[in-house]
């Protein structure tokens, strides 16, 4: 069983109140340490024969920096231990009693799954929005705090693609930063919270997510630019 549903309707109102008030809300011990260790097993052994690395400023984005090394959706969509847990109808109903609506597989299958591991100093998913507006990340392996990798964001703030201005939102609201383990989940409103992760600052560190990617309805009502993402596959700059 890679998942408890053990959430009662006090717990549910607590994570839905979480997640509205902060866009993110940790849902850690919904997964077992089984499932996190096979999935951590599986993707170290992916990355070495399909991590490819990228290193380059995301214009969209306002210039932010990408270097990590990734594993694409084509590869991930290969393993029946992700993709069976992806579509897992008892993770998706999870997911709509905490956001408090229902949620659809992400429509565009390179963005569906995408695992990333930071692993050289320097290493960073630099400040970005995500397309659609809800991700599952499993954070697989995080070193520890001062080494680097914790995330930051700003919430309740928008994607202007056309002028990103990414600093004018740290001058209205603070920067949250978070500290997740090895072996943490968290949910996080991604369309509406500039987030990144810290640069690492040690070279023998390394950090592995896995994240699933999931849409709302409005998401699907819009016409969605897949501009990052397309960037991540085929860097100009
Ligand atoms: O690594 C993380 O915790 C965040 C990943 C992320 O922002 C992304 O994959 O879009
Ligand atoms: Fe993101």
Redesign the pocket.
């Known amino acids: 069983m890679p998942f408890t549903i053990t959430l009662n309707l006090e717990k549910q109102h607590q994570k839905r109140q979480e997640f509205f008030t902060h866009s993110l809300v940790e849902l850690s011990d919904f997964f077992s340490n089984e499932i996190k260790k096979e999935l951590l097993n599986d993707l170290t052994k992916m990355f070495l024969l399909n991590g490819v690395r990228r290193d380059f400023t995301m214009q969209a984005t306002d210039c932010t920096p990408r270097r990590m090394t990734n594993i694409e959706s084509r590869f991930l969509h290969q393993n029946k231990r992700i993709t069976n847990l992806y579509n897992d109808t008892r993770l998706t109903s999870l997911l709509c009693d905490v956001v408090g609506e229902k949620v659809y597989p992400c429509p565009y299958e390179p963005e569906k799954i995408?695992a990333?591991k930071l692993h050289k100093e320097g290493d960073t998913?630099g400040w970005?929005w995500?397309d659609y507006s809800l991700?599952l990340?499993f954070?697989l392996k995080a070193p520890i705090p001062s080494a680097g990798g914790i995330?930051q964001c700003v919430p309740h703030t928008n994607w202007n693609r056309k002028s990103p201005d990414i600093i004018s939102w740290f001058l209205i609201d603070n920067i949250r930063s978070y500290y997740f383990p090895s072996g943490s989940v968290y949910l996080m409103q991604?369309k509406t919270t500039l987030?990144r992760?810290y640069p690492l600052l040690q070279e023998d560190e390394e950090r592995i997510?896995l994240?699933f990617a999931y849409a709302t309805k409005l998401d699907l009502r819009n016409k969605m630019n897949h501009e990052t993402v397309d960037a991540l596959w085929n860097p100009e700059s």
Do not use: E, P
């Open positions: 995408v990333t998913h970005h995500d991700a990340v954070v995330l991604t987030h992760v997510i994240n």
